[in-house]
């Protein structure tokens, strides 16, 4: 069975940087495309950015480009999140998605394996 987990999520000031992680368990993860995706209390979950399963082609929201960079590392194990010059309006739960051989989706529908999520805080 494929599973998810997040990591690296936390508190940070206006400015600062994380970086988010998304393992798998139970599945190649290599064949996988990658969403992370954001849901802030009283809102409805939204897409942050994907990554293909190649890693050739990625995708951001309007909102996270230029601050956010999404990549996966070599051997295809983990695919991770760094985030810059974060601001208090990227304060959300963070959730990774995957399926297989897709692209760098921004449509939760079409992601079938869901992690539990990592808390983001950024405090002005």
């Known amino acids: 069975q494929v599973q998810l987990v997040e990591s690296g999520g936390g508190l940070v000031q206006a400015g600062g940087s994380l970086r988010l992680s998304c393992a798998a368990s139970g599945v190649t993860f290599s064949i996988y495309a990658v969403g992370w995706f954001r849901q802030a209390p009283g809102k409805e979950r939204e897409f942050v950015s994907a990554i293909d399963w190649s890693g050739a082609n990625t995708n951001y929201a309007d909102s996270v480009k230029g601050r956010f960079t999404i990549s996966r590392d070599s051997a295809k194990i983990t695919v991770y999140l760094q985030m810059n010059s974060l601001k208090p309006e990227d304060t959300a739960v963070y959730y990774c998605?995957?399926?297989?051989?897709?692209?760098?989706?921004?449509?939760?529908?079409?992601?079938?394996?869901w992690g539990q999520g990592t808390q983001v805080t950024v405090s002005s």
């Open positions: 998605a995957a399926e297989p051989f897709s692209g760098p989706d921004y449509d939760p529908n079409n992601y079938r394996v």
